[in-house]
């Protein structure tokens, strides 16, 4: 599977893709009587997705290198539920890497994470 972020197709090996749907309010409260009233402004469709470390780490840093420059929203395209794909506007967090190996001269990850999240509803009431 390759992601595209702001229109560059990234090679690395996905292992897992984790989404989240939130369910954001306008607000919610509740009357005297315990009765929950809300008025909801839509769902929000996040992700988090760990990738794996590949055989050529190009693609691997310059992925890395998108996912921590100092940008506010990215334009993220990933599989869907049907097999198509869903582009979203999202914001990147907690991404991290691990060290397989390290020798004083290369480094080899093993992978990396990340956590997208949607700037707006996929659906709205």
Known sequence: MTIII???????PVIAVDETCEFLDKY???TQD???RRELIGTY?????QFGSPQDMTDYNLLWNKL???????TVTVPDTDGADFTFTAYFSN????I??????????RGMTVNFTAQSPKATP
Do not use: C, M, P
Request: charge should be negative; hydrophobic fraction near 25%.
């Open 45 to 49: 469709h996040n992700q988090r997705i």
């Open 6 to 12: 702001d229109s560059t197709t990234y090679d690395v």
């Open 28 to 30: 919610a409260e509740r």
């Open 95 to 98: 991404v991290t890497r691990g």
């Open 68 to 74: 921590t420059e100092a940008t506010e929203f990215h």
């Open 100 to 109: 397989r190996k390290w020798n004083g001269v290369t480094t080899e990850w």
């Open 34 to 36: 315990g009765t929950l």
